[in-house]
């Protein structure tokens, strides 16, 4: 079989499509821009008017769950604090006030609230202080003993008669409170001296004193505190029951 020149390929190849326009027109066949013709709606069977490929394009979305917040709990450090009884004067008698300190305070804080004078709204008619700011100096305490240094000219302002209050509501807000402390040693100017007890009596020079040589100035409930409030009621012995007199028949006379 013989094989084409080569050069004579692309003529073939070229001259295929006009011989096929050419094959159509001689058909019949209409063609171009003019030939296509609008088919109503109506007419066209099957719905192939309707789109052939619908593209849906879906979005998937995605949920990243998440990290659960980290929550700080902010720990609330509760101060443990601890009752104390400052003593004021209520019509001449000494009268507990309770307060709040924070655990393992001193003698310094006691003292403030000693000297810082009797709250508002305090239970108690008309309390007083004579501790006034600047009285007790310094305060040491040496086993059971807490030294309390007094300023003499603060303390020389106190009249003679009021010393005992004024000694006794410290004494006893002392040994009240302080853990371990049962007894008060006085000094003026850092020297030893002399206080009332609660009796107006002088101590010895250098001779501490302790909450029992107060207590009569303490304010009581009653006359006799220390009265039993048992209320155990003794009976009475039930009296005698008399037998009911019985009738007795007088024989008749004769």
């Not at 304010?219 to 009265?227: L, Q």
């Amino acid at each position: 079989m013989r094989r084409q020149p080569r050069h004579l390929r692309p003529v073939l190849a070229i001259g295929v499509p006009v011989a096929l326009g050419g094959l159509l027109a001689a058909c019949g066949i209409p063609t171009g821009e003019s030939s296509f013709k609008e088919i109503p709606a109506e007419e066209i069977p099957f719905d192939l008017d309707a789109t052939s490929s619908s593209t849906t394009t879906s979005t998937t979305t995605t949920t990243i769950p998440l990290a659960p917040a980290t929550t700080v709990s902010q720990s609330t450090s509760t101060i443990p604090l601890e009752e104390v009884d400052i003593y004021f004067l209520s019509r001449g008698r000494l009268q507990p006030v309770p307060y709040a300190l924070q655990r393992d305070f001193g003698a310094d804080q006691v003292v403030s609230l000693l000297e810082g004078g009797p709250p508002a709204g305090a239970p108690g008619a008309g309390l007083e202080t004579l501790i006034g700011q600047g009285l007790i100096t310094a305060t040491d305490q040496a086993g059971g003993v807490v030294t309390v240094d007094l300023d003499p000219e603060i303390f020389g302002r106190i009249p003679s008669f009021d010393q005992s209050e004024a000694i006794g509501q410290i004494v006893l807000t002392m040994v009240s409170n302080l853990r371990g402390v049962g007894q008060v040693l006085f000094t003026l100017g850092g020297e030893p001296t002399q206080v009332k007890d609660g009796n107006g009596l002088l101590s010895g020079e250098g001779q501490p004193v302790s909450g029992d040589d107060y207590r009569v100035l303490l304010i009581t409930s009653s006359a006799n505190p220390d009265a039993s409030t048992d209320s155990t009621t003794t009976e009475a012995p039930p009296a005698e029951t008399v037998p009911p007199a019985v009738p007795v028949e007088t024989p008749p006379a004769g």
